[in-house]
């Protein structure tokens, strides 16, 4: 038995086309895919730790987890085409922070079809288990 299989693993830089939407049309009149990729569950711990706060409940600090930051967080770090966080596009949907993006640039059903697309690629099992966890 080797470690070569850990040594050289695939790499996780890996990008996938997703159709999310019939709307956003290229030169051509077809609808443009976007591009996501996988993140490593260090970026995940950091999404997971910026989406965090501390409240303070029955006199007691406690921390939690904002599921509709992470969410949001996770869209932005997870989508590398359109990039949500490109200075042009922030200012077409009239927002200064990239988070906001993409709620108003997609519908709810778009919306919920990118986040299933980031969570089936990154390999979230269970997406409705993580986000019940993300509310907790």
Known sequence: MTLDAFLHPVEMEQVKEVMI???FLNSEGNPEPFKIRVISEETNETLSKRATHTEKINGRKIEVMDGIDYTRRLIVACTVY?????SDICQRYGVLDPLM???????????KRL????????EFDNPEELELEAKN
Do not use: H, T, W
């Open 21 to 23: 939407s019939k709307r």
């Open 82 to 86: 359109p990039d949500f966080s490109a």
């Open 101 to 111: 993006v993409p709620s108003r640039m997609l519908s709810g059903g778009e919306y």
């Open 115 to 122: 986040v299933q697309e980031i969570m089936k690629f990154n």
